[in-house]
């Protein structure tokens, strides 16, 4: 028998006491405001103490290291958080986690060298991606603690990692007027956080092997494990998702490669300044979506298909109505608040903001609709989505760039947002009307209870 039909064959496992709905939402919506703000924070301090080129550099080490940070990571987060069977230990995705990781880095060097020539940023994008790569690391943590129902220590390490991620890209643009030893200064910070938090509280949620001293605090059970069979149907089950996470990654820096073609970085600091509204929306609907995912695979394998619904359905408003509220800020202060958070340079870019800020609007819509089909295990349903996605985003802005600037690229934004939404709802009521052999296998099991205590 295969590792993966062994897995699949899997007897569910009985949901392990936790938090509340309620309180990894407060726990994970608190620690994913506090980490936008401070990341909102870092765009402020390049700004400030630095200038748009610097921000632009910035914003091209995220734009080529996310999409492949994106890809090798699978999304094994989401791949524990709906493990109902729990079919790997945690080893296994640490250790998989670890391989494509360092894959991911080689690739971000050599995209790096192929993209510019300039010593200078070629260091400050592989400084990111150093950054992003130890980030991807405390991710498999945060899945450890997803799975628990304990969002209570992502939310502590989120709000841990943005003070210092702000503390730690000031002092070190401030000494040097360099954004390459800020962003170096920041690397090793996360790096610091990894090792004496999220390792450490991790611990606490893994079995004890028998050689336990008390003063490794459970850090043995942390070893990664490689088991080439196992981690290689672990990689098959969840490279769709990681295809679909690069393809969401590549559809939201798709207008800033545009730009930077096009315009320099000068303008794509500018434009990825505004962009950060889009980022922002979509950290606090990713809190929703994080809190809910586990017990909203627990009611779909649970054929429990109307609460799956309901509880859907008030995420999706939820989100609407925070774009929304989003919008009509920037509508009538935007120049106003550009001016006092980046600068005179940035305020007449206030039209620009406001078709960003509504784009991410729709977007966020869009992710919780998407979170669903994720909930539903209907990984490879996403794909196709998120081709077309990507395709219109980049038709959009092959033709609104070149004519309209940074206005076609925000434009380009909220057409792609859009196309996400209609299509997550397609898919989405596909899913609900034809469930998957998933569906049943929890709801059956008199000893699978649900402890997350009411739906919001």
């Known amino acids: ?45 390049l700004a400030k103490l630095g200038n748009p080129f610097m921000v632009g550099q910035f914003s091209l080490g995220l734009a080529l290291s ?16 709906t493990d109902v069977r729990r079919g790997y230990v945690f080893g296994e995705y640490l250790g998989l986690r670890l391989v494509t990781t360092a894959i991911a880095f080689a690739t971000i060097a050599g995209i790096a060298c192929a993209v510019t020539h300039e010593p200078n940023t070629i260091m400050v ?20 603690f997803q799975l628990n129902n304990h969002l209570d220590q992502t939310g502590m390490s989120m709000m841990l990692k943005g003070l210092v991620s702000v503390a730690a890209l000031t002092m070190g643009l401030y000494l040097t007027r360099d954004v ?34 008390p003063w490794l605090d459970g850090l043995e059970a942390l070893r990664p494990k490689f088991d080439l069979q196992r981690q290689a149907a672990l990689a098959r089950l969840a490279f769709p998702l990681g295809i679909v996470m690069a393809l969401v990654s590549l559809n939201l820096n798709m207008p800033r490669y545009f730009v930077h073609s096009a315009m320099g970085e000068t303008e794509l600091g500018v434009f990825s ?5 889009m980022v922002a929306i979509a950290t606090v609907v990713d809190a929703m979506a994080h809190a809910a995912t586990p017990k909203l695979a627990r009611l779909y394998a649970g054929n429990r298909l109307p609460e799956f619904r309901a509880l859907l359905l008030k995420l999706v408003v939820l989100g609407f109505l925070i774009g929304l509220l989003a919008t009509a800020v920037i509508l009538l202060g935007g120049e106003t608040l550009l001016r006092l958070l980046y600068g005179a340079e940035y305020a007449g870019y206030a039209s620009v903001f406001a078709w960003l800020t509504a784009g991410a609007g729709i977007s966020a819509v869009a992710s919780l609709l998407t979170n669903g089909i994720t909930s539903a295990k ?34 380009a934004v909220l057409l792609a947002s859009s196309v996400h939404m209609l299509m997550a709802v397609a898919i989405l009521s596909y899913v609900l009307f034809r469930p998957s052999k998933e569906a049943g296998v929890v709801g059956s099991d008199p000893a699978y209870s649900d402890s997350w205590g009411s739906s919001l």
Not at 14 to 20: N, R
Not at 202 to 213: D, K, N, Q, V
């Open 125 to 144: 994008v592989l400084a990111v991606g150093a950054a992003k790569s130890t980030e991807s690391i405390s991710d498999i943590f945060y899945g450890l």
């Open 1 to 45: 028998m295969s590792a993966y039909k062994e897995i699949l064959q899997a007897p569910p496992i009985v949901q392990s006491s936790g938090l509340s709905l309620q309180r990894n939402f407060a726990w994970s919506f608190a620690g994913n405001v506090v980490y936008a703000l401070c990341q909102w924070g870092m765009i402020i301090v």
């Open 273 to 277: 300044t505004m962009a950060y509204a």
């Open 378 to 411: 209907r990984f490879r349903a996403q794909v196709p989505m998120f081709f077309m996605v990507v395709g219109s985003n980049a038709l959009a802005c092959s033709l609104l760039v070149p004519r309209l600037g940074l206005t076609g690229a925000a434009l």
């Open 66 to 81: 996310t999409p492949v940070l994106m890809l090798t990571n699978l999304q094994l987060r989401v791949v524990q958080a």
């Open 180 to 213: 390459l030893w800020g962003v170096i200064a920041l690397a090793m910070a996360w790096v610091a956080l990894l090792l004496s938090f999220d390792a450490r509280r991790g611990g606490r949620f893994l079995p004890l092997s028998a050689e336990r001293h």
